[in-house]
Nanobody, 117 residues
Framework: VQLQASGGGLVQAGGFLRLSCAAS????????VGWFRQAPGKGREFVAS????????NYADSVKGRFAISRDNAENTVYLQMRSLKPEDTAVYYC???????????WGQGTQVTVSS
């Protein structure tokens, strides 16, 4: 399975973006999927995750109430809707997939999100 993240761009503070993570070369309907981000000069940090059924989600405190993760297994795609964006959300966003009870071991290439003040 390969992952392709897309949807990043330049947006003003308070704006909205929707990121997509599309799987190819197989299905990731049985995988937990997460979004991570890495800002310039900082380490990669967890943003959000969703179980393979979509029944359970988890968010970093910094994005709770502003970001929403969802998935469409029929389309092999996971989404990250981001609203009320802040300059501190500026980062490269990556999606990753993890088989059941395992660590994230499949990573996409990242998409740049830049939020201007």
């Amino acid at each position: 399975v390969q992952l392709q993240a897309s949807g990043g761009g330049l947006v003003q503070a308070g704006g909205f973006l929707r990121l997509s993570c599309a799987a190819s070369g197989g299905t990731f309907s049985r995988y937990r999927v997460g979004w991570f981000r890495q800002a310039p000069g900082k380490g990669r940090e967890f943003v959000a995750s969703i179980t393979w059924t979509g029944a359970s989600t988890n968010y970093a405190d910094s994005v709770k109430g502003r970001f929403a993760i969802s998935r469409d297994n029929a389309e092999n795609t996971v989404y990250l809707q981001m609203r009320s964006l802040k300059p501190e959300d500026t980062a490269v966003y990556y999606c990753a997939a993890a088989p059941a009870y395992s660590a994230y071991n499949i990573w996409g290439q990242g998409t740049q999100v830049t939020v201007s003040s």
